[in-house]
């Protein structure tokens, strides 16, 4: 039951707020639908959080569905809803790129001498 999922979510996360969104996935199989979209939305709404249908095998709405869960997070920081945290839990600012080393650079010999 989603609203039971919803709420053991809230539960674990307290006491930091978390955004939401619920995703309705395989809309390109409509005949296999087994949720209304109707239904769906208004779960949504009842839970308090917005609804987007995907597809990841024609990729109809995937990259949206993060843009909009980034764009939330993004406006309850700019009312001060949402905190910036250090530490492990919460939303952190800034951005450090992985590090990606081709094979060839991870078993090349070094040069260097530290002794």
């Known amino acids: 039951n989603v609203k039971d999922w919803l709420e053991e979510a809230k539960m674990h996360v307290?006491?930091?707020q978390i955004v939401f969104l619920l995703v309705g996935h395989k809309c390109d199989l409509a005949s296999q639908r087994q949720v209304s979209r109707e239904e769906a939305e208004r779960l949504s709404t009842d839970c308090g959080m917005k609804y987007i249908e995907t597809s990841a095998k024609d990729a109809t709405n995937v990259e949206e569905s993060f843009t909009i869960l980034t764009?939330?997070?993004y406006e309850l920081i700019k009312?001060?809803?949402i905190c910036i945290q250090d530490g492990w839990e919460g939303v952190k600012s800034g951005f450090v790129p992985n590090t990606v080393h081709s094979s060839e650079e991870a078993v090349k010999p070094r040069k260097e001498c530290f002794c």
């Open 79 to 81: 009312k001060g809803e």
């Open 71 to 73: 764009r939330d997070i």
């Open 14 to 16: 307290q006491p930091f």
